[in-house]
């Protein structure tokens, strides 16, 4: 078989016919990539023009200045955006991954009595303003997180372990948001917070049993002052009304007996001032009324005359009943 060898020849007036047209459309090509600019609905576009800030442009389809001349850069000012601390979330779906090995710089940090805690934290903010955002502060991410770490240490410095650790967790955060929206206010970064969350609190791991057993042991100590002061609160009102009661009580019956006093006091001088205007006849009203009020009381009766020899007949005598046992 015998080889072949075939030659291509290119027409020189061909090329410079149509290389200024291809040229053209390259030209043409490019400067549609580099011009048009999609920007996203939670986005809003600063176009940079020179290395200057030129305007600001809203979410949809947006022409510039071909070749660099104008630059754009995507802020998601409608966007929660969110930084974690002394830990990083792997993958997020139904059940997220995290990670914290390799982030214990971060959430260790010095408490009010020296003491060291492991807290884990996330700050979510929102960019206000895109312009403030990226001119105000070099790289404002990065000096927000700089920012949010410097706020916790202080917040976290000025309070005991046992309060970061339990009681003083939420007072804690609100701390930190507050005092890192002042800080955020003051840098004009172009940032709101929106919330600082406590993720967890931990003692460092050499201390976490004993910190545990400190803590169950404090916990112990309220149950039983909380059951204290239930029973407390059962008994002594009751014992107190109790008294009271018996206060009342004699009281009242001293009350009653003072006033039977002063009651007999009285019917005893008016007996008396009656008896000294008729003394026969009160004598006799006395005899009279006391006779009324013992005769009932005595069962047989023997009635005799001044002398004593004659017993009056129509007693009965005979008939006497035997007295009741």
């Given at each position: 078989?015998?080889d072949?060898?075939?030659?291509?020849?290119?027409?020189?007036?061909?090329?410079?016919?149509?290389?200024?047209?291809?040229?053209?459309?390259?030209?043409?090509?490019?400067?549609?990539?580099?011009?048009?600019?999609?920007?996203?609905?939670?986005?809003?576009?600063?176009?940079?023009?020179?290395?200057?800030?030129?305007?600001?442009?809203?979410?949809?389809?947006?022409?510039?200045?071909?070749?660099?001349?104008?630059?754009?850069?995507?802020?998601?000012?409608?966007?929660?955006?969110?930084?974690?601390?002394?830990?990083?979330?792997?993958?997020?779906?139904?059940?997220?991954?995290?990670?914290?090995?390799?982030?214990?710089?971060?959430?260790?940090?010095?408490?009010?009595?020296?003491?060291?805690?492991?807290?884990?934290?996330?700050?979510?903010?929102?960019?206000?303003?895109?312009?403030?955002?990226?001119?105000?502060?070099?790289?404002?991410?990065?000096?927000?997180?700089?920012?949010?770490?410097?706020?916790?240490?202080?917040?976290?410095g000025?309070?005991?372990?046992?309060?970061v650790?339990?009681v003083?967790?939420?007072?804690?955060?609100?701390?930190?948001?507050?005092?890192?929206?002042?800080?955020?206010?003051?840098?004009?970064?172009?940032?709101?917070?929106?919330?600082?969350?406590l993720?967890?609190?931990?003692?460092?791991?050499?201390?976490?049993?004993?910190?545990?057993a400190?803590?169950?042991a404090?916990?112990?100590?309220?149950?039983?002052?909380?059951?204290?002061?239930?029973?407390?609160?059962?008994?002594?009102?009751?014992?107190?009304?109790?008294?009271?009661?018996?206060?009342?009580?004699?009281?009242?019956?001293?009350?009653?007996?003072?006033?039977?006093?002063?009651?007999?006091?009285?019917?005893f001088?008016?007996?008396?001032?009656?008896?000294?205007?008729?003394?026969?006849?009160?004598?006799?009203?006395?005899?009279?009324?006391t006779?009324?009020?013992?005769?009932?009381?005595?069962?047989n009766?023997?009635?005799?005359?001044?002398?004593?020899?004659?017993?009056?007949?129509?007693?009965?005598?005979?008939?006497?009943?035997?007295?009741?046992?």
């Open positions: 078989m015998e072949k060898n075939y030659e291509i020849n290119i027409n020189p007036d061909w090329i410079k016919k149509y290389l200024g047209k291809i040229v053209v459309g390259l030209i043409v090509i490019v400067a549609l990539g580099s011009s048009v600019r999609t920007v996203g609905p939670e986005e809003e576009g600063v176009v940079i023009q020179l290395g200057e800030y030129n305007r600001t442009v809203q979410p949809g389809l947006n022409f510039m200045l071909p070749f660099g001349i104008e630059k754009m850069h995507k802020i998601p000012v409608q966007r929660q955006l969110k930084q974690e601390f002394g830990f990083r979330t792997t993958s997020s779906s139904q059940r997220s991954d995290y990670a914290k090995s390799g982030f214990g710089d971060e959430s260790m940090m010095l408490t009010g009595d020296l003491n060291l805690t492991d807290v884990e934290w996330v700050v979510q903010y929102r960019i206000t303003d895109s312009y403030k955002f990226l001119f105000r502060v070099r790289n404002a991410e990065k000096t927000l997180r700089d920012m949010s770490e410097s706020a916790m240490r202080k917040i976290v000025d309070r005991t372990v046992n309060e650790l339990t003083g967790r939420q007072e804690v955060a609100s701390s930190v948001e507050v005092l890192l929206q002042a800080m955020c206010d003051e840098y004009e970064n172009g940032i709101r917070i929106d919330q600082v969350v993720q967890d609190v931990n003692p460092p791991e050499p201390v976490k049993p004993s910190f545990n400190v803590n169950q404090q916990q112990e100590r309220e149950t039983l002052i909380n059951q204290a002061e239930a029973e407390y609160n059962r008994v002594i009102p009751r014992a107190r009304g109790e008294a009271e009661e018996t206060i009342q009580l004699a009281e009242a019956f001293a009350l009653n007996r003072v006033n039977r006093a002063m009651g007999e006091a009285e019917r001088n008016a007996l008396y001032d009656a008896y000294v205007k008729a003394p026969e006849v009160t004598k006799q009203r006395i005899y009279l009324e006779m009324e009020r013992i005769l009932p009381k005595i069962g009766k023997i009635i005799v005359d001044e002398k004593g020899n004659n017993v009056l007949p129509l007693l009965n005598i005979d008939k006497v009943k035997a007295p009741t046992q």
